[in-house]
């Protein structure tokens, strides 16, 4: 049979039409019996069924049961057993870490409702965190940007532009304080309009400037410098009234600086409309003649060629107000005298006052009368060239005078044309920035830094 099944395979007709003899049955389940054969190999051998196989042990073997018997032996067993008990130990782990995770993220849920942080806002940070102590964990970043669902290109990227961030804020430390140096206590908010950086936002530079300790600490000082005792005063002409325009109302107050146990007096005055100073004055005592007289004629040596007749001059009941060669010096310009009875009428001339004394004078290391007068002169012009204001749009006063007299001229009618035009002079609302000139060339000037600069040419319309 071995022989015929070597030279070709049976056909399923021919397997069935075989007969095996008894004897040959016996022998093979001897052999199974003792071990030196299994079923398997007869199977193959003899291209027999299994099931006939069985059946031979069944009737020739030494046993002669029916019973089919499976032996495995104890180590496979064991095995299975043991991976049973490390599938529950693990399904019982990750159902505590779970439970755990669930937990956290309600209380992640809790704090940013009741603190107004933004957890997320730290993720790329705990990144950061991960990638220098990579050690310490035994997983791989790859497998952590896995789980979070985030590429290995994308935090590369992240750390890039982190790079040129920390970058551009060096170079912002520095410009704010070159700036702090001229400006020791503008605010943050004005520093931001002045610089104007395009790498972030207002309220980023703020939060910035408060992490690196930069915000502007403001000492509050309350001098009284007016005596009421028996002031002739003048009405109030401010109730009431609109200021819409340079010029129209000038407000003036004293104010007294301490140095070396001395006191030195401050006069200055203010246009209402673009919060410029116009006059200023530094003295040793508080006289009319070196107080309130040498700012005035200062204001209307600036405003030389303005009609003064519809302008107002707004003070306190101070005495130098209404001193005779004081008001005689009002009266040669037509100027109109107008007094306030509390502090707060005369706000703005209060504010400048502090200003100029606590944003920029005690900063300075001044030793003498003569330094204060240096230094009053500086403060007085970083103020109106490069000081932000809020209320004129984050312009400097200059600024500021400059573009309303840009907007007046362009609200000039049109003119017509005619034979004659370009023969007719124009002229300026205001005179100090502007002198006569002809349509083809009406030039606008404006204050830049410490000179006053060609700005632009502006064609009449």
């Not at 551009?168 to 140096?181: F, V």
């Amino acid at each position: 049979m071995a022989t015929i099944r070597r030279q070709f395979k049976m056909s399923i007709e021919q397997r069935m039409a075989r007969h095996f003899s008894e004897s040959f049955k016996r022998s093979k389940v001897l052999e199974i019996e003792q071990g030196r054969s299994k079923v398997s190999e007869i199977c193959k051998e003899y291209e027999v069924s299994p099931t006939n196989v069985y059946k031979w042990m069944s009737k020739f073997g030494a046993a002669k049961s029916q019973i089919r018997m499976i032996v495995e032996t104890n180590s496979d067993t064991k095995k299975i057993i043991e991976l049973k008990q490390k599938v529950a130990e693990l399904e019982r782990v990750i159902g505590q870490k779970q439970i755990l995770i669930d937990f956290q993220t309600k209380m992640i849920e809790l704090a940013e409702e009741a603190y107004k942080i933004d957890i997320k806002k730290i993720f790329f940070s705990t990144i950061c965190y991960f990638r220098q102590e990579r050690k310490r964990y035994p997983f791989s970043l790859n497998k952590l940007y896995r789980v979070m669902n985030i590429s290995k290109q994308s935090v590369h990227q992240r750390i890039e532009r982190n790079h040129q961030d920390l970058e551009i804020e060096a170079q912002l430390l520095w410009l704010i304080h070159q700036i702090r140096e001229d400006h020791p206590t503008m605010g943050v908010r004005d520093l931001f309009y002045k610089i104007r950086p395009e790498s972030m936002g207002r309220d980023r530079f703020e939060a910035f400037c408060k992490e690196n300790s930069l915000m502007s600490l403001k000492k509050v000082f309350r001098p009284r410098t007016t005596d009421n005792t028996g002031v002739i005063r003048f009405d109030n002409l401010l109730i009431d009234l609109q200021i819409n325009r340079v010029d129209q109302v000038w407000q003036s107050d004293i104010t007294y600086f301490e140095l070396n146990n001395r006191f030195y007096y401050l006069t200055f005055i203010l246009d209402a409309y673009s919060r410029r100073i116009v006059g200023h004055n530094v003295s040793d005592n508080l006289t009319t003649i070196c107080t309130t007289m040498p700012a005035l004629k200062m204001a209307i040596k600036l405003r030389a060629k303005q009609k003064m007749s519809e302008l107002i001059f707004h003070s306190d009941g101070g005495g130098q107000y209404y001193a005779k060669s004081f008001l005689e010096l009002t009266a040669k310009y037509e100027i109109r005298n107008s007094m306030c009875e509390y502090a707060w009428e005369n706000g703005k001339a209060e504010r400048i006052n502090g200003i100029i004394k606590n944003n920029y004078l005690i900063h300075r290391d001044i030793k003498n009368y003569h330094q204060l007068t240096i230094e009053v002169d500086r403060s007085v012009q970083l103020y109106n060239l490069e000081k932000p204001h809020k209320e004129l749009q984050r312009l400097s006063p200059v600024e500021f005078e400059n573009l309303d007299i840009t907007l007046q001229l362009q609200k000039t009618p049109r003119m017509k044309e005619s034979f004659d035009a370009n023969n007719k002079i124009y002229w300026v609302s205001n005179p100090i920035y502007f002198e006569q000139k002809t349509p083809q060339n009406l030039d606008v000037f404006s204050a830049n830094n410490s000179s006053k600069k060609l700005h632009k040419t502006v064609n009449p319309i």
